[in-house]
């Protein structure tokens, strides 16, 4: 039995639902397939468990992309303000994260459950049906429907063979995100979509996730797992000149410390930015003067280096990075000027090689994808006729604090809106 839509969403996940609720409400006949039993898992576990829904500052410069102007249309069609009045017309309270750091971040009161209850309500508001879980088993074109059912209009013709029959379609919208979390189901069956009709890749990496070092260099450091301190931090090319480093992205945050190696806000913002074979710069004391500090402790204590270190960062630091050197191992009074100064140096210029990540397992998104000089930046549709991509399988990947979600909402609208009845 061979199944009709005017539109067919692959992926139950944040994109994919909106998009199916804004065309199903435009009047559109929608089907959502997706391979996982549950929708959005995504969405479930992000934000701890309360989903960190959107940002209330956002612009292009918060994402990543080899085109960095692509997201500027959708995401202007579709704000961080008009997700709120959604969520206020649902009645889900929410609350902001870091109000008085100004970071914008929104997040559900109660549970991340509450934004995907939104969306199954919008798509029913929509008439959307949804096969859950249904596999897709292949995409074929035909050119021109002559099946004889409601899309017969001499348009462009996709069939899907699912375990439920073969669905056909005019438009199909892939909405199946990235690599990232394979135990919620991640797979990469959007970029093989993408390549088997024909469309460039970027190569895909994980990103927003915690960075990894040598066992040995680590050693001295891997002691201080759960530590966490506010830093400020860099990446760039181990050739990177002063001009270049001054133009550097550059965050302030926390950065926590775990048995392999570094996360925090701080890693994982930068790790979208890291490049292997690229060092992080970390500054461990932003806003302090740690030579004039460390000078000024030298003329009045007779303490030990590392408990002097210790006023101006955590004692486990300070303990942890005076083992490394012997030199570091005495009382200040004793210590000279300029190695005083070298350690300030240092740790307001700590420099460290990564030698990778933890991976898809961990990271909380995948950055690359879908190269969006294939597609549209108006309505998401590929070089591809009716073929669109929307969300994080598309080239465009957003900063940690909302930005993500809000580029699924803003893609899955713009696509939303321009599909049509054919």
């Known amino acids: 039995m061979t199944h009709y839509f005017d539109a067919v969403v692959i992926g139950a996940g944040a994109a994919g639902l909106f998009c199916a609720a804004t065309a199903g409400q435009r009047g559109l006949k929608v089907l959502v397939i997706d391979h996982s039993e549950k929708v959005a898992e995504k969405i479930r576990i992000s934000g701890g468990g309360r989903c960190n829904f959107t ?11 080899d085109n960095p102007h692509f997201c500027r249309s959708a995401l202007a069609g579709y704000t961080p303000q008009d997700f709120i009045a959604l969520l206020q017309k649902h009645g889900v309270p929410f609350h902001e994260k870091h109000e008085e750091k100004g970071k914008g971040q929104l997040f559900c009161d109660r549970s991340a459950e509450d934004v995907i209850n939104l969306l199954l309500a919008e798509c029913a508001a929509g008439q959307v049906e949804r096969w859950q879980p249904s596999s897709v088993k292949k995409v074929a074109y035909s050119g021109i429907n002559n099946a004889g059912g409601p899309t017969n209009t001499g348009a462009s013709s996709y069939q899907i063979d699912t375990d439920r029959g073969v669905v056909e379609t005019p438009q199909i919208i892939i909405a199946t995100g990235g690599l990232s979390i394979p135990k919620i189901g991640a797979t990469d069956f959007g970029y093989r979509i993408a390549q088997q009709f024909g469309l460039r890749l970027v190569e895909p990496r994980a990103a927003l996730v915690p960075l990894t070092f040598d066992g040995d260099a680590w050693l001295p450091f891997a002691q201080l797992a759960g530590l966490a301190l506010p830093v400020q931090i860099e990446t760039g090319a181990p050739d990177a000149t002063p001009k270049q480093r001054k133009k550097a992205t550059v965050f302030a945050e926390d950065l926590l410390f775990t048995h392999k190696g570094l996360s925090g806000p701080a890693v994982l913002q930068i790790s979208s ?17 740690l ?37 570091l191992q005495r009382p200040i009074c004793d210590a000279t000027d300029k190695a005083l100064t070298h350690l300030a140096e240092r740790l307001a210029d700590w420099q460290i090689l990564p030698n990778g990540s933890e991976g898809y397992k961990k990271a909380e998104v995948t950055a690359g994808g879908v190269d969006t000089r294939d597609l549209s930046s108006q309505t998401m549709e590929s070089k591809q006729p009716g073929l669109y991509f929307i969300g994080e399988v598309v080239d465009v990947t957003g900063w ?16 939303g809106n321009a599909l049509s009845v054919r």
């Open 273 to 289: 930015f890291w490049r292997e074979g690229h060092s992080l710069r970390i500054n461990l004391a932003p806003g302090q003067d």
């Open 291 to 327: 030579p004039a500090s460390l000078l000024r402790a030298k003329a009045s204590s007779k303490k030990l280096i590392a408990n002097e270190l210790a006023s101006v960062v955590p004692s486990r630091l300070a303990d942890a990075w005076a083992s490394t050197d012997a030199a």
């Open 55 to 65: 940002n209330r500052d956002v612009s292009p410069a918060n994402f990543l992309s």
């Open 400 to 415: 940690l604090g909302g930005y993500n979600f809000q580029w699924a909402w803003a893609s899955g609208f713009a696509c």
